[in-house]
């Protein structure tokens, strides 16, 4: 009976930890956005500006980051013994790739923040800052970005293979992942795209498991 419970709770539990990075790290991603420029050559006058903000918006980060690992989890829990060992590591690799990335962006920012608040005109006229600002800005852009589709295509092909989503829902994955791959350098707002997906695939675990008489994945329907 215990297990049967466990069962079920599980995937509601995924559901509402990716609606809580989803909203989180969606809300943050706006305000660096709106306050950070995306040329990585800015004079740092955000740094005066919009101080405040950004130091709000990267202390959403670390409970982002926290809600993505028990997203993780739950979602490995849900495809249970029918998840393949390959794709099950590049899914939780890239996963962790991704959130390690952010964490150093928004570690980054943090200690510009802090450097300006001690030595406003030495940092901003410095090499140091032209050098945080360009390793801010890839990592962020380029790197994280395409983890997270890599992150994103493997969880799809997950789901194809197990069939446990419906292949539409897989086939949106690829699409979004590839938008991402490609089209990254075009817009710094393609990061919005990964907490979106995340949040649409919670909301539609949150809905299929409220439904009655769902049976956990492992159990036969």
Do not use: C, K, Q
């Amino acid at each position: 009976m215990a297990t049967h419970e466990i069962g079920l709770r599980t995937p509601r539990a995924a559901a509402i930890a990716g609606i809580v990075f989803a909203v989180l790290l969606g809300s943050a991603y706006v305000m660096i956005r709106l306050s950070i420029p995306a040329d990585p050559n800015d004079s740092g006058e955000w740094l005066n500006e919009r101080r405040g903000t950004v130091s709000f918006a990267l202390s959403l980060v670390p409970f982002a980051g926290i809600a993505f690992l028990w997203f993780i989890g739950v979602v490995r829990d849900r495809i249970g013994r029918h998840e393949d060992r390959f794709f099950a590591t590049v899914f939780l690799g890239s996963g962790l790739l991704y959130l390690a990335m952010t964490f150093v962006s928004a570690a980054m920012a943090g200690g510009l923040l802090a450097a300006y608040g001690g030595h406003p005109d030495r940092v901003v006229n410095s090499e140091l800052y032209t050098f945080s600002r360009t390793v801010m800005f890839r990592i962020s852009t380029a790197y994280a970005v395409r983890m997270s589709a890599v992150f994103m295509i493997s969880l799809g092909t997950i789901w194809v293979r197990t069939r446990t989503m419906p292949r539409w829902l897989a086939a949106v994955t690829y699409v979004s992942a590839l938008l991402m791959l490609t089209s990254v350098s075009f817009s710094p707002w393609i990061t919005l795209m990964f907490p979106v997906w995340v949040f649409v695939i919670s909301i539609f675990i949150l809905v299929e498991n409220l439904r009655p008489g769902v049976p956990p994945v492992d159990e036969p329907a």
